[in-house]
């Protein structure tokens, strides 16, 4: 399963909102879609699992959605700290595959 | 704490063998599947193995890039699970993360990374 995201990079200012975007390129069992966060330098750490469940510790400020070929990761109320690299995943099917990544930049 | 350290990357030519290692701690380490998953410099992430617990037969996927050359075992024992990585090729090189994986919950507990260069 081919996983594209969107866009490449996104840069948002303190205080906004962002949206990323996950397509499939066949459907993926929403629980079994993940997002990773990747800050510089840093391995990357779970965020969202089952398509919408935080993980320990993630702030509420981040929550996932969607279903099928189609996900989101929203960030509310952006934060210096969230500079990073997110990546989806689908633990569905093997191979398991990442998305190339979305860079989200602080304006 | 929960974690994973991970251990054993190194240079080395191509076509020779290297074995890494990681360590958990924590938590009880056969109770869960563990794997590994690399990251090329500058590149994106790529899951490329993991290993079930023995209660589900110790069973092993391989990502297609690595099938026939990487092999992962585990020793509960220790809680440690190694990665020998044979007949290896310069695209090899990556920083290499062990991953804690949970069929409901995706990769939940990563290490800090190993780094191989495979390089003449």
């Known amino acids: 399963i081919v996983l594209t995201q969107s866009p490449g990079t996104l840069s948002v200012s303190p205080g906004e909102r962002a949206t990323l975007s996950c397509r499939a390129s066949q459907s993926v069992s929403s629980s079994f879609l993940a997002w990773y966060q990747q800050r510089p330098g840093q391995a990357p750490r779970l965020l969202i699992y089952g398509a919408s469940n935080r993980a320990t510790g993630v702030p509420d400020r981040f929550s996932g959605g969607g279903s099928g070929t189609d996900f989101t990761l929203t960030i509310t109320r952006l934060e210096p700290e969230d500079l990073a690299v997110y990546y989806c995943q689908q633990y569905d099917n093997s191979p398991w595959t990442f998305g190339q990544g979305t860079k989200v930049e602080i304006k | 704490e929960v974690q994973l350290v991970e251990s054993g990357g190194d240079l080395v030519q191509p076509g020779r063998s290297l074995r890494l290692s990681c360590k958990g701690s924590g938590f009880t380490f056969g109770d869960y599947a563990v794997g590994w998953v690399r990251q090329a410099p500058g590149k994106g992430l790529e899951w490329i193995v993991f290993i079930r617990t023995k209660n589900y037969g110790g069973t092993i996927e391989y990502a297609a890039s690595v099938r026939g050359r990487f092999t992962i075992s585990r020793d509960d024992s220790k809680s440690i699970a190694y990665l020998q990585m044979d007949s290896l090729k310069i695209e090899d090189t990556a920083v290499y993360y062990c991953?804690?994986?949970?069929?409901?919950?995706?990769?939940?507990?990563w290490g800090q990374g190993t780094m191989l260069t495979v390089s003449s």
């Open positions: 991953i804690r994986v949970r069929r409901n919950y995706g990769f939940d507990i």
